[in-house]
């Protein structure tokens, strides 16, 4: 059985909810920051960053980034469509989605929720400011091509929409992002409306 290592609303949501949406049978082990036990030696002879999400495969080889865990669950049930076949033009696209958002919302995300990780100063606000304009310069980007279609890849809902769902949940203030940012909100829609998606969502104080 597959084991996910995750904390409650943090980066392990959206694989969790892929796995809940598939029905795939899934242990999952909830790591306490509080107690300090991502630093454990337990949890780092798995991962020796000490970071989730991880997920332990059935041969017990350890995956680490959720964009891979996203990518690697979705590759092993290809008959549900959440990601375009391989070598197509959309599956092209699906690559530089998943890679644009995890390298530039990912990361930006981290730096307005967590600036002192980014700075041995002082000026925790300045790396916030700083983090959020390129975060919304980064959302502009999305929101111009969800202007253009209505999937970001291809013509249905997939892995890029409860990837990027799940990001969205954590920016400070969602009215003021989607008022600037309309078309995002239909990303956590599309989301949401897969089953099971909601359900881990809620279950992750999220929704």
């Known amino acids: 059985m597959l084991t996910l290592y995750g904390a ?14 598939l029905q795939m049978p899934f242990e999952l082990k909830l790591i306490d920051f509080d107690a300090n036990e991502d630093q454990s030696d337990a949890f780092l002879a798995i991962n ?3 970071q ?14 959720s964009l891979a865990i996203m990518l690697h669950i979705a590759d092993c049930h290809p008959s549900a469509g959440l990601s375009p076949a391989m070598g197509s033009t ?24 967590y600036p002192d ?6 000026d925790l606000d300045g790396v ?22 209505a999937w970001l890849v291809g013509e249905r809902t997939g892995i890029t929409d409860i990837y990027l769902a799940m990001l969205l949940t954590w920016y400070p203030d969602q009215p003021g992002l989607y008022e600037v940012h309309p078309n995002l909100q239909r990303v956590l829609e599309h989301a949401l409306a897969l089953e099971g998606v909601s359900g881990v969502f809620a279950d992750n104080e999220l929704i």
């Open 8 to 21: 409650t609303g943090a980066g392990s949501v959206a694989p969790q909810a892929l796995l809940t949406h």
């Open 48 to 50: 020796p960053r000490g």
């Open 52 to 65: 989730i999400p991880v997920l332990v495969l059935e041969d017990d080889s350890v995956l680490t980034e």
């Open 90 to 113: 959309e599956r092209a696209q699906l690559y530089r989605w998943m890679s644009f958002i995890s390298t530039n919302v990912y990361e930006g995300l981290l730096r307005v929720l």
């Open 117 to 122: 990780m980014y700075t041995t100063g002082s």
């Open 128 to 149: 916030v400011e700083s983090a959020d304009q390129y975060l919304h310069a980064a959302f502009g980007i999305i929101n111009k091509s969800l202007s253009q279609a």
